[in-house]
């Protein structure tokens, strides 16, 4: 079989990383598009891509299989709605935008012209984290007690022009770092039935917060922040509990129950995440198994209501609402 063409828009870090990992796999970067032309060449000339000035010569030339948006969240919408127009699959970073109406309209454009559209959260294409809800939905530690999920970095070391500070590219640990816990929970459990949300807010981004998601009978504490380096998942049932390191990307869960301890092993990376993607387009769907659309939506739903409860508004989002 061929190896998938990806065109790629924007050429910044995540662009990079990803390139390095599925470049190893059966996948090339045919094209290249990115608003830093200078960033956009030396990008391209390493995996031997062609340039395209603007994005819609790089749609009109039809020299790719699948198009991956790898720029701010804020722009996602725009690449993607156009991509999906111009009749092309489409693999969005998370998250795909930065409120549910944009998750919304991206679906919309998936339903209407008959092309793919999948959020690229690598978690939920690794066997790990699917492992782990098999685990969870053949009830093998019992019913659920207690979830409690630690994600954090030290984004506040960062740059200062860093788009992770910005609030004018979205920043803010709920956008770049609760996305991971709050999709975790929600593949797990679905939609919550209360949302509580408390967070910080410093120079227009939330720096910190910890939000809760109601189920009933239990709830997930999830603490997310950006001044601190942490991470781990704890999932106890009445019959034992789940641990997992490093969820996010994790290569290992310890299960361990009354009867017996096992241990979930797989890999977490990038060639992964594009590999079941590509098959996904080349089976025709339009809705990816992984991680439907409804899952992205719904989990942006989750982070609008914290948003509100944290009365945390962007500065464009307040333009917009003056004009």
């Not at 290992?252 to 017996?260: E, H, Q, S, Y």
Request: aromatic share 10%; charged share 30%; glycine share 8%.
């Amino acid at each position: 079989m061929e190896k998938f063409r990806w065109a790629y828009v924007g050429s910044g870090n995540i662009a990079k990383s990803t390139a390095r990992s599925i470049t190893k796999g059966a996948h090339v970067i045919s094209a290249v598009y990115s608003r830093n032309a200078e960033k956009a060449e030396a990008f391209a000339s390493k995996y031997r891509a062609k340039v395209y000035k603007t994005y819609d010569e790089l749609l009109d030339s039809g020299n790719f299989d699948g198009v991956y948006i790898a720029t701010p969240h804020t722009s996602h919408l725009e690449y993607s709605v156009k991509a999906m127009k111009a009749g092309y699959p489409v693999l969005c970073e998370k998250p795909v935008g930065v409120t549910a109406a944009e998750a919304e309209a991206m679906h919309r454009a998936s339903a209407d012209n008959n092309v793919y559209f999948c959020e690229a959260m690598w978690t939920w294409f690794s066997d790990v984290a699917l492992g782990v809800k098999k685990c969870i939905d053949e009830k093998e530690i019992g019913e659920i007690k207690s979830v409690h999920i630690d994600y954090a970095f030290p984004g506040l070391m960062m740059s200062k022009d860093s788009r992770v500070l910005l609030p004018e590219t979205a920043g803010g640990a709920l956008l770049d770092v609760g996305i991971y816990p709050i999709t975790y929970c929600y593949n797990l459990f679905g939609y919550p039935e209360e949302i509580k949300c408390e967070g910080v807010i410093k120079n227009g981004i939330d720096v910190e917060e910890t939000v809760i998601l109601g189920y009933g009978g239990f709830e997930c504490v999830l603490e997310m922040s950006l001044s601190k380096l942490k991470e781990g998942c704890k999932i106890i049932g009445t019959k034992g509990e789940i641990s997992i390191p490093v969820f996010h990307m994790a290569r290992l869960a310890n299960i361990k129950t009354d009867k017996k301890k096992k241990k979930i092993k797989g890999k977490t990376d990038y060639l992964t995440e594009f590999t079941r993607a590509s098959e996904e387009i080349r089976a025709g769907k339009t809705d990816s198994d992984y991680i439907p659309r409804k899952a992205t939506i719904d989990c942006l739903k989750i982070m609008d209501e914290c948003r509100k409860q944290m009365n945390l508004v962007y500065p464009f989002e307040k333009r917009e609402e003056e004009e």
